[in-house]
């Protein structure tokens, strides 16, 4: 049975609605592991978000672990947390260091790792674009993809490393934003400047909503098809390296990480005929 844990920093519900999700899994069978702890980098009474998060996390039974980061920093000094994340990892290292994970998943969680954590942890995060890419976060790369008049996007699970959202690749999906359901939305683009809609509408704009609602209704299954195929060997992890099941790197194989859309969408078409 895979060992997960879970990093997330809990701030709102979707933070709780994927920790649900996983759990719901792992109940009915859909995956064949088992959470070993949750950590948080905020502890209880700091934050509302959090609070709910962490009373979802013991209404599941699952350990929870917990060292505020802004209490760390300003313990230590104050100032950026760049200043403070080697030894703040360090110290959640520390209070981790009985549990034995097969993998990591960061869900939520909003530090960057230190290399340190990142070579202790085989640590997968989910980038809301494909490998190939913008990177940044998911707002950043929807306006990229809408000033590019990109006609796919998808998602991407890879490895955490010091290099930010370009660790070895796992997995990806593709999601096509440039016909169908979009057509409307891209001719109400036409001819205007992209950084005044994104100045006066923002994230109201009716085609960075419908791309974003796309994505993230793909990313949970993603992560569990991902984790699904680490379970089942299909998929080796360690830390910063993705190897095939014959021991060689993934990206021999499979540069992009292994193609998962039809996978995917086969999900997405089963919950709807629920």
């Given at each position: 049975m895979l060992r997960i844990g879970w990093f997330s920093t809990g701030r709102g519900e979707g933070s709780r609605g994927l920790l649900r999700f996983f759990c719901d899994a792992i109940a009915d069978g859909r995956l064949k592991a088992g959470i070993e702890f949750v950590f948080s980098n905020r502890e209880p009474g700091e934050?509302?978000?959090?609070?709910?998060?962490?009373?979802?996390?013991?209404?599941?039974?699952?350990?929870?672990?917990?060292l505020s980061s802004s209490r760390y920093r300003r313990e230590h000094g104050g100032g950026g947390m760049s200043r403070h994340r080697v030894g703040f990892d360090r110290e959640v290292m520390e209070l981790l260091q009985d549990y034995r994970p097969d993998v990591c998943v960061l869900a939520g969680y909003m530090l960057i790792c230190s290399g340190e954590m990142c070579r202790r942890y085989p640590l997968l995060n989910l980038h809301g674009a494909l490998p190939d890419g913008p990177i940044g976060t998911w707002q950043s790369v929807i306006w990229q993809l809408i000033e590019t008049r990109a006609t796919r996007t998808g998602a991407m699970i890879h490895l955490a490393t010091e290099e930010v959202d370009r660790g070895p690749v796992l997995?990806?999906?593709?999601?096509?934003?440039?016909?169908?359901?979009?057509?409307?939305?891209?001719?109400?683009?036409?001819?205007?400047?992209?950084?005044?809609?994104?100045?006066?509408?923002?994230?109201?704009?009716?085609?960075?909503?419908?791309?974003?609602?796309?994505?993230?209704?793909?990313?949970?299954?993603?992560?569990?098809?991902?984790?699904?195929?680490?379970?089942?060997?299909?998929?080796?992890?360690?830390?910063?390296?993705?190897?095939?099941?014959?021991?060689?790197?993934?990206?021999?194989?499979?540069?992009?990480?292994?193609?998962?859309?039809?996978?995917?969408?086969?999900?997405?078409?089963?919950?709807?005929?629920?």
């Open positions: 934050a509302e978000g959090s609070d709910a998060f962490f009373e979802l996390v013991r209404s599941r039974g699952l350990p929870l672990v917990t997995s990806h999906c593709v999601v096509p934003i440039g016909a169908g359901a979009f057509d409307v939305d891209w001719r109400a683009l036409a001819g205007r400047d992209v950084a005044e809609v994104q100045a006066v509408e923002g994230e109201d704009n009716p085609l960075f909503r419908r791309i974003r609602a796309e994505g993230y209704r793909r990313e949970p299954h993603l992560m569990l098809a991902t984790l699904r195929a680490v379970a089942e060997g299909r998929l080796i992890v360690k830390p910063g390296e993705a190897l095939d099941t014959d021991g060689n790197p993934l990206r021999q194989r499979f540069p992009s990480g292994l193609p998962l859309t039809q996978e995917i969408e086969a999900a997405i078409a089963a919950e709807d005929a629920d």
